[in-house]
């Protein structure tokens, strides 16, 4: 069984210093890629559900080679003990 995608988000987020979308679905595409929800606009909502309740934060933005915004995303302390007190530990990849 797998966690909810934006659950999965945050439990990958506690592990990185920071990153951006495309980085983010490249480390849930074995678990998530086959699903017909797997879509960067699917993912950036996620991420910015996740900004808008205080659980990540932003942590630095540019353009990509292509032009394209890029934003990366950090994890914060209270997502951080959101990720220790309701994920468990299975899915835990941190001590």
């Not at 890629?33 to 932003?58: C, P, W």
Request: hydrophobic residues 35%.
């Amino acid at each position: 069984m797998l966690l909810p995608a934006k659950t999965a988000v945050l439990n990958y987020l506690y592990d990185v210093k920071d990153a951006d979308i495309s980085q983010i679905m490249e480390a849930l595409k074995p678990q998530y890629g086959g699903e017909r929800q797997f879509t960067k606009k699917l993912y950036t909502d996620h991420v910015m559900s996740l900004e808008a309740n205080g659980f990540v934060n932003i942590s630095s933005y540019d353009l990509d080679k292509g032009g394209e915004l890029r934003v990366c995303y950090e994890i914060s302390d209270d997502g951080r003990s959101a990720v220790d007190k309701y994920v468990d530990k299975k899915y835990h990849s941190h001590k």
